[in-house]
């Protein structure tokens, strides 16, 4: 069974930046279209970023401060995050588009004001 490990989050201050990653045990990216995802406190889970092939798609809210990327060869999934708001805080998880493998852990980001 495929699973997914996403690390990378912290804590860091508005204006910051991080970078997520997600690796997977099996060989998936390849042929599927992969996220990454955000649940806030209270709020559902939103989709943010995915890719398919080398095309990016992005939610109103992280385009221009997001970027997601993938590397087939080594079965990851990065988000490069920068100009980090408050309003980003959440646990970001990856998964394909729409998803239907088991969720990961996800990976804490906070960010302060």
């Known amino acids: 069974q495929v699973q997914l490990v996403e690390s990378g989050g912290g804590l860091v201050q508005a204006g910051g930046s991080l970078r997520l990653s997600c690796a997977a045990s099996?060989?998936?990216?390849?042929?599927?279209?992969m996220g990454w995802y955000r649940q806030a406190p209270g709020k559902q889970r939103e989709l943010v970023a995915r890719?398919?092939?080398?095309?990016?798609n992005y939610a109103d809210s992280v385009k221009g401060r997001f970027k997601i990327s993938r590397d087939n060869a080594k079965n990851t999934v990065t988000l490069q995050m920068t100009s980090l708001e408050p309003e980003d805080t959440a646990v970001y998880y990856c998964?394909?588009?729409?998803?239907?493998?088991?969720w990961g852990q996800g990976t804490q980001v906070t960010v302060s004001s």
């Open positions: 998964n394909r588009v729409p998803p239907n493998i088991p």
């Open positions: 099996g060989s998936i990216f390849s042929i599927s279209t």
């Open positions: 890719i398919s092939g080398g095309i990016t």
